[in-house]
């Protein structure tokens, strides 16, 4: 599982949920740039990941388990890639 597998499963599990990751955001409660792609790499260049409580958060607004949101992390293995 990598940085990318994990920011790719968030803007899957937003489009499943017919949303923008903004608006998966929003709906969570969090602030509506958390999951902005200009957040994913700090300004040294280091990657920032996604907080187990902004994952938690997504989860209960939606509705989902964490096996729910984990799917999307393989996705692209099972479509062949995107």
């Not at 990598?2 to 937003?14: G, N, S």
Request: glycine residues 8%.
């Amino acid at each position: 599982m990598t940085h990318e597998d994990v920011w790719r499963a968030i803007e899957r599990f937003a489009k499943e949920h017919k949303m923008t990751c903004s608006g998966l955001a929003k709906c969570s409660g969090l602030d509506p740039t958390t999951f902005n792609r200009s957040k994913r790499w700090s300004k040294e260049g280091q990657p920032r990941w996604p907080s187990t409580n902004s994952i938690s958060k997504i989860l209960s607004s939606t509705g989902a388990k964490i096996e729910d949101f984990t799917k999307y992390i393989d996705e692209e293995d099972m479509q062949g890639g995107e």
